[in-house]
T-cell receptor
Framework: DAKTTQPPSMDCAEGRAANLPCNHSTISGNEYVYWYRQIHSQGPQYIIHGLKNNETNEMASLIITEDRKSSTLILPHATLRDTAVYYCIVRVPPSSNTGKLIFGQGTTLQVKP | GAGVSQSPSNKVTEKGKDVELRCDPISGHTALYWYRQRLGQGLEFLIYFQGNSAPDKSGLPSDRFSAERTGESVSTLTIQRTQQEDSAVYLC?????????????????FGQGTRLTVV
């Protein structure tokens, strides 16, 4: 699986958009970009994933650059409950051979009032 | 059940004892994963099951660690002769396998974990 690089920490004001960057310059053609977050003392929670097109769901938007070497997770209106560690992961979907998610150190997002 | 269930939620054991941790995945999820998270650290991959087979055991730290899965459902992670460095939260996750190349709904759903403390 390709490695990812994320800033260790970020702050965001409550109600503003949080933009979390991720570099994955060695991503291969069949690898997807997944985002998870882990709120303190809980298991990781899936947020969104994509291959090459931008994606949006009820939680967030995912913007992937045309060369797929980087992406940005956007939380449009951050709340205090969005304070968590956010993980960017690139992987192939589960198959008969593989499927593990490799978690890096992630970005600790602190949403402030 | 609605989500991934793990038991026990907390386990305190004496050094040298064996422990078994249980994971009940979401019904119908063929993929199952075990991770370990030490205090203040990231998630370490341990093992991946597809059905009852484990094609990837590369993360198991030593031969004291083993896992099995039966009925393409429940999985048990066993740690023999526990050591203090085994203290961590052990997380289980499950997901669907892509159907004929359609990669929707392949996200992993995690349980709340078992907090293991070896004293």
């Amino acid at each position: 699986d390709a490695k990812t690089t994320q800033p260790p920490s970020m702050d965001c004001a409550e109600g503003r958009a949080a933009n979390l960057p991720c570099n994955h310059s060695t991503i291969s053609g069949n690898e997807y970009v997944y985002w998870y977050r882990q709120i303190h003392s809980q298991g990781p929670q899936y947020i969104i994933h994509g291959l090459k097109n931008n994606e949006t769901n009820e939680m967030a938007s995912l913007i992937i650059t045309e060369d797929r070497k980087s992406s940005t997770l956007i939380l449009p209106h951050a709340t205090l409950r969005d304070t968590a560690v956010y993980y960017c992961i690139v992987r192939v979907p589960p198959s008969s051979n593989t499927g593990k998610l490799i978690f890096g150190q992630g970005t600790t997002l602190q949403v402030k009032p | 059940g609605a989500g991934v269930s793990q038991s026990p939620s907390n386990k305190v054991t004496e050094k040298g004892k064996d422990v078994e941790l249980r994971c009940d995945p979401i019904s119908g999820h063929t993929a199952l994963y075990w991770y370990r998270q030490r205090l203040g650290q990231g998630l370490e991959f341990l093992i991946y099951f597809q059905g009852n087979s484990a094609p990837d055991k590369s993360g198991l730290p030593s031969d004291r660690f083993s896992a099995e899965r039966t009925g393409e459902s429940v999985s048990t992670l066993t740690i023999q002769r526990t050591q203090q460095e085994d203290s961590a939260v052990y997380l289980c996750a499950s997901s669907l396998r892509p159907d004929r190349g359609i990669f929707l709904n392949t996200e992993a759903f995690f349980g709340q974990g078992t907090r293991l403390t070896v004293v």
